[in-house]
Structure formats: structure tokens, C-alpha cells
């Protein structure tokens, strides 16, 4: 592809000092990905692929090295234009879903649009159409808690869409699911996907990764394989 | 983002944790209440002394007694003072501006007949300011007038209670009152007064008003009943506005000590008796506003405690609102603004209790409930600091999270 690729580390180091001892998470670590490619991150515990996870939302920033999102080196920039990166090019979907748990389904999922200053009209207008399109729609008012966890997966994923982000980064979103509901949600994702959306899946579970285009594999704070699945 | 949509968004969060908000307030509600309440009271009783004051004949009052024998030490000197007289008055009218009435009285103990009665009492030699001074009000037939001074006349105005003693009617004008040896033809009876400083007092406070003989301070000279002398056993005088306090009552101090050589009298200053009531007021407030400020403070403790206790448990909240886009300010407004929600809900609350309090005293008192727009103020901007000082640290705290450490705490 010719066009800039959405994501491009080069030499990315992650260093946690601890104040005994000084950890190395990523170790000069490249990795490319182009927009509207499904990429599902695999590893073992301590490979590092948390870390990634956190640098490539914008979560936190590289020790060293180069990370350009967009065209933007995100390494360099200050923690409130990281907040607006969060917010208008990073669709979060979390393990236990994290959905505030005392406000509605529909004020879950204005909350980024709130963070990115859209008037209240066009938030909830946004906020109800994305609804829609996960099956949510009769549940706006519910709060999380009166939701099954396929429902409340649903609902966060409508939560990271609803700035229209440039990708979606997604932490085992399957890890609190059973397989019915872990598959249906899975099914969103690749719908997505398959209207030109980016997705990145960190997951340890192969059967998450088989959706997936694109499997990167980290060990050690270093890709130790990349391959592009059979179609 | 607008701030205002924050600060929605901060109300809503409030509003979802009822309970515990409960419990926040209450320190602060407690402490407001007690700030309005004793600022409240206070007032009422100031207010309750003006009244009095008022029913009296108003603040400008200066009252001159001989002072009593017993606190004066007998040095020749002293001796020789004749105490307050006429000449006095008749030099305060003439040198000291400022007053509009300059009123002796002269008071004699006399046995006062009637067919009803026979009893000795003090009777009262006065002329007819004495009335305006005091704010008698004449309920039958008339006071004491011009003539009755120029001509001696044997008149007198008895107070409600005397007319009742010696009469058995509420109105004995034109009936004939026996004082000493001397027929006094009764001209008026003067209106009955009442004036409880609370509801559970028995003692009147112008139960004196009730009990007056007055009679011309000519005719009782005339007749020389008693010693004839030249003595006044008080002086009442009204400045003619607040204004000639300052130059007009010292003045009067300083003449009665020139001419009596002895500070053989004192002077009793409604002015200055306000000035230091209010003075003692003042005292008071700010005694019950420190009291208060204490509770307040306290209240405040309670909800930085909580709001620490509770932030735990919203750390994670935190991490998710960060991963979603807020900026440390987003979380510092989310933060501070529920902590002055919660005050502001309690200087409110607080607000109500006190009003609540000084009411019910206050009925129970019959006391003036006074409640003036600056305690409300007060209350509430008490609340609203308390919520700010104590919610700045858990708000700085919260805004400083960093994401992923936020959203790694179960």
C-alpha cells in the first residue's frame, strides 16, 4: 500500500523503573499497520503485549523509540492532546467492559462524545444511532447492570464507534463471555472490519485471533512472528 | 468541551451515589444549621432590645439619676453638692445644643386617698415633655398641659393600675384623688402597658408606666409638699437627632461636673447602650461563627473522608473516563464540583434546619425571629468553601491518575 500506514513503531523501547530494578516490557519493538486491517496481538504473560497495548491507545508513551500515529508522533505529545488522540482516533473495548456502572447505557456511550465537546442534542442523536446498529436500541435507559454481559460487551463496543475513531483496540474482549456470547461479539467486530474499520485485538485466545487477518506475535518485548492468515 | 455540560455531567454523578451524599452533608448541614441558628437568636434578642427601646421612647434617650448616696464617699466637697436640681436644668437648656427635650422629674412619697384607698406612694412632679419623652400614651382625658405648670393647677394622671387601685374604674377623670393633704382633680389616665422580654417572663417592663401619680412639678412647689428644695431626682433628655450624640452627651457630663465640682450622677445613654449591645452582639457572633466554622470544618473533614474512602473504588472509573478522552481538568471539575454539589446540598439543607431553629425558639421565646439575607449568604458560601478546600486534594488526586495505572486497580 502506498498511502501512510495508520501505525508505525520503529525501535519502540518501554523501560519501567521500579527504583531497584529496571524492567525492560518492549525492547526495540516494529511494527506496522495499515488502516482498515484486523490485527489480532497474541503473547504470553509478561511478553509485553499489555504494554503495546497501552502505547499503541495512547495510554501511556514509549521510553524511546519512534511511534507515529497518523502521521503523528505520539512519543512527544502532551497528556491532554493524548486525552484528544484517545478520544477522537482510539475506540477502547476493555475485558470486563468497563461501563460506568450508575449512569444509563446511553450516557455510557456520550461520555466520549461529551470528552470531545459535541452539544448535547447531536451526543444523544450519535449515542442512539450507534445503539441501533449493535441491537441496543430498547436499552438505552437500562442502566449496565440490568444487562446480560453480551448486551454490556454491545454497548462498550458502541461506546469506543460513537467518535467514529480511525481503530478500534480491543483487551480479550471475549475473556468475560461465554463462547456463544464471546462468538457474538467476535461477529461485530468482523462486520466492522469488513466495512473498512481497523481493528486490533490483544488476546491469548487462538480462537479470537482466527477472526483476525493478521496475527502478531510478541515475545519478550520484541515481534518474534507476523503472518497474514489464509483469507 | 463547555464547562457547563462538566458540571452536568458532575450533577448526574452526584445524583447516582443518593446515599452516600446523605452521609457527606450532614456534617456540613449540621454546622450551617448551627451558624444560622445562633447568628439567628442573636439578632432576635438585639432586636428585642430595640424593641423595648422603641416602646420607651426610642434610642435617643439620656436618662441623668443622682448617683445613690451610699456609692458616693463623704469628703466635704461632696457633701456640699445639692445633687441634681433645677438650676441644672436650667443650664443644660440653656448652654448645651443638641437635645430637643430636657424633662426633671421630681418624685415624693405622699399618701394618696381616695373612697376606694389609702396608700402612700411615690408620686411623680413632671411637666408635660415628660410624656413625649417617655411615650406615655394617655388612654382618658388628657396629660399634663402648659396651663396646669403655669398655674399650679391641682391635676394629676394616674397610670392604669393606680386608676384602678384608688377608682375601681378604667376611667376616674373628673373624680377627685386626695394627695397628702391636698384634693387633686384626676385629668387622664394613661394607657395600660405591657412589655415581656420572653414569653416565660412574669416581670412587666413597663409595669412602671402602670404605676405613675403624675402630678405639676409646680403645684407639688406651690404646695411644698415634702422639703422644699430645688432637687431633681432624674433627668430625662432627648437628643434631637443620632448625630448630636457625639458632641451633646459629653458636653452635658462635663457641665453637671463643672458645676457640681463631683461626678455625684450618672448618665445613662441609650446610644451608647446600643453601640456596646451591639458591640456584645457581635461578640456573640462571632463566638458561634467560630463554633460553627469549627462544626463546618469538621463537616468538611467528613466529606474529604469520604470522598478518599470512596476513591478506591473509583480509580478504575477514572482510568475509563481517561481512556475515553477526559483531560486531567475534565476529572479535577467531575471531582471538585461533586464534593461543592454535596456541601452546597448541605449549606441548603443547613440553611433550612437553622431557619427552622430560629423559628421554633423564637415562637417559644415569643422572641422576634430575625433573619437577615447576609446569614443566608454566609451559610452558603460557608458550604461552598468548605466543599472547595476539601475537595481540592481528592480532585487534584484523581486528575493526576495516571490512565493505565488507573485502569489496572481492580
Redesign the interface.
Known amino acids: 500500500m502506498s498511502q501512510t500506514p495508520l501505525i508505525r513503531l520503529e525501535g519502540v523501547w518501554k523501560t519501567y523503573d521500579t527504583g531497584e530494578v529496571q524492567v525492560d516490557a518492549l525492547r526495540g519493538l516494529d511494527l506496522t499497520i495499515a488502516s482498515g486491517d484486523y490485527v489480532a496481538i497474541m503473547g504470553p504473560s509478561g511478553s509485553g503485549k499489555s504494554t503495546l497495548m497501552?502505547i499503541l491507545?495512547c495510554?501511556?508513551t514509549p521510553t524511546r523509540g519512534s511511534y507515529l500515529l497518523d502521521g503523528e508522533e505520539v512519543a512527544s505529545l502532551s497528556?491532554?492532546r493524548l486525552?484528544?488522540l484517545?478520544?477522537?482516533v482510539i475506540g477502547?473495548v476493555?475485558q470486563t467492559f468497563?461501563l460506568?456502572p450508575?449512569?444509563s447505557v446511553l450516557?455510557n456511550v456520550e461520555?466520549?462524545l461529551?470528552?470531545?465537546?459535541v452539544n448535547?442534542d447531536e451526543r444523544r442523536a450519535r449515542a442512539r444511532e450507534i445503539l441501533d446498529m449493535v441491537g441496543l436500541a430498547d436499552r438505552a435507559r437500562h442502566l449496565p447492570g440490568q444487562l446480560s454481559g453480551g448486551q454490556r460487551q454491545r454497548a462498550a463496543i458502541a461506546?469506543a464507534l460513537v467518535?467514529q475513531p480511525r481503530m478500534l483496540l480491543a483487551d480479550e474482549p471475549t475473556g468475560n463471555l461465554d463462547q456463544t456470547t464471546g462468538a457474538e461479539v467476535m461477529d461485530v467486530f468482523d462486520a466492522l472490519n469488513g466495512i473498512g474499520q481497523t481493528v486490533i485485538v490483544v488476546t491469548h485466545d487462538a480462537g479470537v485471533a482466527a477472526h483476525a487477518r493478521r496475527v502478531v506475535r510478541i515475545v519478550d518485548g520484541q515481534v518474534s512472528e507476523d503472518r497474514a492468515r489464509a483469507a | 468541551?463547555?464547562l457547563l455540560?462538566?458540571i452536568a455531567?458532575g450533577v448526574?454523578?452526584v445524583r447516582?451515589?443518593g446515599a452516600r451524599t446523605a452521609l457527606q452533608t450532614l456534617g456540613v448541614v449540621l454546622g450551617v444549621a448551627s451558624v444560622v441558628g445562633t447568628m439567628g437568636l442573636t439578632a432576635g434578642g438585639r432586636q428585642q432590645s430595640l424593641n423595648y427601646m422603641a416602646e420607651t421612647g426610642g434610642v435617643l434617650k439620656v436618662m441623668v439619676y443622682p448617683k445613690p448616696a451610699e456609692t458616693v464617699s463623704t469628703t466635704a466637697r461632696e457633701r456640699a453638692s445639692r445633687g441634681l436640681t433645677l438650676d441644672d436644668v436650667e443650664a443644660i437648656r440653656a448652654r448645651i445644643p443638641g437635645y430637643d427635650l430636657v424633662e426633671p422629674a421630681v418624685r415624693r412619697r405622699a399618701l394618696l386617698r381616695s373612697p376606694r384607698a389609702s396608700k402612700s406612694y411615690s408620686v411623680t412632679a413632671a411637666a408635660p415633655g415628660y410624656a413625649e419623652l417617655h411615650e406615655l400614651r394617655v388612654a382618658h382625658g388628657r396629660f399634663l398641659c402648659d396651663d396646669d405648670i403655669n398655674t399650679s393647677a391641682a391635676v394629676a394622671v394616674l397610670g392604669a393600675d393606680r386608676a384602678h387601685e384608688f377608682f375601681g374604674t378604667d376611667n376616674p377623670v373628673g373624680q377627685t384623688l386626695r394627695v397628702g393633704d391636698n384634693a387633686f382633680r384626676v385629668v387622664g389616665v394613661l394607657e395600660h402597658r405591657e412589655f415581656y422580654w420572653n414569653r416565660s417572663e412574669t416581670w412587666n417592663a413597663l409595669g412602671w408606666m402602670n404605676e405613675l401619680v403624675l402630678v405639676p412639678v409646680t403645684a407639688i412647689q406651690a404646695r411644698q409638699m415634702g422639703a422644699p428644695s430645688r432637687r431633681v431626682d432624674e433627668l430625662g433628655l432627648r437628643l434631637a437627632s443620632p448625630k448630636d450624640h457625639k458632641e451633646a452627651v459629653p458636653a452635658l457630663s462635663r457641665l453637671l461636673l463643672a458645676r457640681h465640682g463631683v461626678e455625684d450622677f450618672q448618665v445613662f445613654d441609650r446610644q451608647d447602650r446600643l453601640q456596646q449591645m451591639n458591640e456584645q452582639g457581635r461578640i456573640y457572633d462571632i463566638t458561634f461563627l467560630v463554633c460553627g466554622i469549627v462544626s463546618l470544618v469538621v463537616g468538611g473533614i467528613v466529606v474529604a473522608n469520604i470522598m478518599m474512602a470512596s476513591f478506591r473504588e473509583r480509580v478504575?472509573?477514572v482510568?475509563?473516563?481517561?481512556?475515553?478522552?477526559?483531560?486531567?481538568w475534565?476529572i479535577f471539575v467531575q471531582f471538585l464540583l461533586e464534593s461543592v454539589v454535596v456541601t452546597g446540598f448541605g449549606g441548603l439543607a443547613g440553611l433550612l434546619l437553622g431557619v427552622g431553629f430560629v423559628y421554633a425558639i423564637a415562637h417559644l421565646l415569643d422572641q422576634a425571629a430575625v433573619l437577615t439575607p447576609a446569614m443566608v449568604v454566609a451559610a452558603l458560601a460557608c458550604a461552598a468553601t468548605v466543599g472547595v478546600v476539601f475537595g481540592f486534594f481528592p480532585a487534584v488526586k484523581a486528575a493526576r491518575l495516571d490512565?493505565?495505572v488507573a485502569?489496572r486497580t481492580e
Do not use: C, I, W
Not at chain 1, 461529551?114 to 465537546?117: A, I, M
Not at chain 2, 475509563?320 to 486531567?328: D, P, S
Open positions: 497501552h491507545g495510554l501511556d497528556s491532554g486525552a484528544e484517545r478520544n477522537q477502547f476493555f468497563n460506568l450508575r449512569a450516557r461520555l466520549p461529551l470528552y470531545g465537546g448535547r461506546r467518535t | 468541551m463547555k455540560e462538566v455531567d448526574a454523578d447516582a451515589h478504575r472509573e482510568g475509563v473516563r481517561k481512556a475515553l478522552g477526559a483531560k486531567g475534565h490512565p493505565v485502569l
